[in-house]
């Protein structure tokens, strides 16, 4: 189903022939991101993604958008806690232009001081418009107090002052320690010829000598008691997020926690869109939601509710919490989570650009891709059983993270410990 191969220095390419269809999608994916940053230089993956668009060896900044986007295509790039992509859609036809362009940006940017001191005004107006929304800021403080001092709970943007400190040296250095082809996946879906793509990656690839990769820095979960931190915001609506623990990538049980995120918030067929949004009208957003990372995980609900309805609201999630570990769940909203989750798979697939993000992302960081027909077998496999398993041994309020952004702090705070305290009870 999955081409792969690996080069000799480490870099490893797949590919995914997929018939009837004229589009390709290419990502250079780089197992770096945000978590593998000092705290003195937070932010820098995400400036590096910036600066690569500017100009690279052999093409200028107009050069690199002008050559993909002249021919149809479509070009960019996404930052991560672990990984960093730089992709493009277009026709098949057009792989060695396009391949050409992403491979010599990746690695050769030219890094001009006047780009990084423009494109650094650009970050920093990025960051404060984040600030501003409190549905963002509301996850970055459920991140800071759920890997308190640890890479993972800072901004993968980083802040006003780190990216305003990092200086080319710093950004150039962090390129030369990553981006180097032992950290390198190279993945192509829809029209794609391999030969060419083959070709590709060893005139821009071939001369680069393998190189040992970076550990990443782990982070161990110490928590025995919730915790809860309140920020207070003159804004018509509070933006809450009561989060636990969740599994890492390849955890064996991560498909039981992607059932029972789907039933318990992931659609508007879930128990908390119905509790909160459709029987009592609490909420206009209330969703659950899953992060993923090599070593760890967390699972998290997200609400935005009115300050009058924050309370019941509140009580309404941790009270069909503690239900869902309590009494279990139906056979047949599990059977409905389970197609659900099927279906939505598959057609993600059948898109080009979907089945490179997939297969990329999967082999960086498992080592391994699984086919459509594995998806559904291990999908097929959960059980109501596994799926209050997990459940009870992941939903433990001892181990809760509670994040609010709203207008009234004291009363937020009162009522969340409130809240808590119950759901310990229960």
Not at 48 to 68: A, Q, V, W, Y
């Amino acid at each position: 189903m999955y081409k792969i191969r690996e080069y000799p220095n480490g870099l490893k390419l797949i590919t995914k022939k997929m018939p009837s269809v004229s589009s390709a999608a290419l990502g250079l994916w780089i197992n770096t991101g945000s978590r593998n940053e000092a705290k003195r230089l937070n932010g820098v993956s995400h400036f590096l993604e910036h600066l690569l668009f500017k100009g690279s060896g052999r093409f200028s900044g107009d050069e690199i958008k002008e050559s993909i986007e002249g021919l149809g295509g479509s070009l960019n790039a996404f930052t991560a806690e672990e990984n960093t992509c730089y992709y493009a859609k277009f026709l098949g036809r057009h792989l060695e232009t396009v391949g050409t362009v992403l491979m010599d940006m990746v690695l050769h940017p030219l890094l001009k001081l006047k780009d990084i001191e423009k494109e650094r005004t650009v970050i920093i107006e990025e960051i404060k418009m984040y600030k501003d929304l409190p549905q963002f800021q509301v996850e970055e403080i459920y991140d800071a107090i759920t890997w308190p001092g640890h890479a993972l709970g800072r901004n993968i943007a980083g802040t006003i002052a780190s990216v305003a400190s990092l200086t080319r040296r710093d950004i150039a250095a962090y390129h030369d320690d990553w981006y180097r082809p032992v950290s390198v996946v190279v993945a192509c879906a829809g029209d794609v010829d391999e030969e060419v793509l083959d070709g590709l990656i060893r005139r821009a690839f071939g001369k680069l000598k393998r190189t040992s990769e970076a550990p990443i820095d782990l982070f161990t979960d110490t928590a025995k008691a919730p915790n809860v931190r309140i920020v207070s915001k003159d804004i018509e609506q509070t933006n809450l997020v009561i989060g636990f623990p969740g599994l890492d990538r390849t955890h064996q049980d991560r498909y039981v926690l992607s059932v029972l995120h789907v039933l318990f918030g992931g659609n508007m067929s879930s128990r908390l869109f119905n509790e909160v949004r459709e029987k009592r009208g609490l909420a206009y957003a209330i969703t659950s939601h899953i992060k993923r990372f090599k070593d760890n995980g967390v699972f998290f609900v997200y609400a935005g509710v009115d300050r009058k309805n924050f309370a019941e609201a509140t009580r309404i999630i941790l009270k069909e919490t503690a239900r869902l570990k309590r009494d279990g769940v139906k056979a047949g909203e599990v059977r409905r989570a389970k197609e659900f989750l099927t279906a939505q798979s598959v057609m993600a697939l059948d898109d080009t650009m979907d089945h490179m993000l997939w297969m990329g992302d999967a082999l960086l960081n498992t080592g391994t891709v699984q086919t459509k027909e594995e998806v559904r077998r291990r999908i097929a496999r959960v059980t109501a059983a596994d799926v209050v398993r997990v459940a009870r041994r992941l939903l433990a309020p001892a181990r809760m993270r509670v994040a609010a952004v709203g207008p009234q702090v004291a009363r937020e705070e009162t009522v969340i410990r409130k809240a808590v305290d119950a759901f310990a009870r229960s």
